[in-house]
T-cell receptor
């Protein structure tokens, strides 16, 4: 079957670094997406990885290991506005997204 | 680029009425659009995949006669909730896939439906 696992909730301190992990099992694989969703709003696209390695985009970086079925989203210099849910989604062979349940990130001052 | 709009953003209606939600890709053509539903503090639930010019593909447990989807053009898909009931109250979100190399899904801002 197809499955995405990510932690339900994480807490971090303003200014710190946090890593949100995601493991996936899909029928075929065409990439791994990360989305950010603030409470009461729709998700917004953050990053896409299809090759192994780290993709850096400002304070946010995303890593992929295809052989391990593993990805993480790294957030640096955390700000209060980063409090949100972070959704991991793997794209299967039909280009359909298989969604994780999301990780709620709580930032404390 | 890659902007998706949804209209209306809020709907309050009486039980038994039908509600139509529009999803538009504003600056790209979307062969495929998706409709999701999200209840408070729960994860996204895919309802159906909408392909331009053909019938939508519904996920298991989603009633196709209740949630009518029309994808009439490469920039517009509509979801009609027929004979809405209070249990249909939810946050409905569409997304459009850009069809590029990466095939990224971009989300509309969502529509909050409250059925009284």
């Amino acid at each position: 079957g197809q499955n995405i696992d990510q932690p339900t909730e994480m807490t971090a301190t303003e200014g710190a670094i946090v890593q949100i992990n995601c493991t996936y099992q899909t029928s075929g694989f065409n990439g791994l997406f990360w989305y950010q969703q603030h409470a009461g709003e729709a998700p917004t696209f953050l990053s896409y990885n299809v090759l192994d390695g780290l993709e850096e985009k400002g304070r946010f970086s995303s890593f992929l290991s295809r052989s391990k079925g593993y990805s993480y989203l790294l957030l640096k210099e955390l700000q209060m506005k980063d409090s949100a849910s972070y959704l991991c989604a793997a794209q299967d062979s039909n280009y359909q997204l298989i969604w994780g349940a999301g990780t709620k990130l709580i930032i404390k001052p | 680029g890659a902007v998706v709009s949804q209209h209306p953003s809020w709907v309050i209606c009486k039980s038994g009425t039908s509600v139509k939600i529009e999803c538009r890709s504003l600056d790209f053509q979307a062969t495929t659009m998706f409709w999701y539903r999200q209840f408070p503090k729960q994860s996204l639930m895919l309802m159906a995949t909408s392909n331009e010019g053909s019938k939508a593909t519904y996920e298991q447990g989603v009633e196709k006669d209740k949630f009518l989807i029309n994808h009439a053009s490469l920039t517009l898909s509509t979801l009609t909730v027929t004979s809405a009931h209070p249990e249909d109250s939810s946050f409905y979100i569409c997304s459009a896939r850009d069809g590029g190399f990466v095939e990224t899904q971009y989300f509309g801002p969502g529509t909050r439906l409250l059925v009284l």
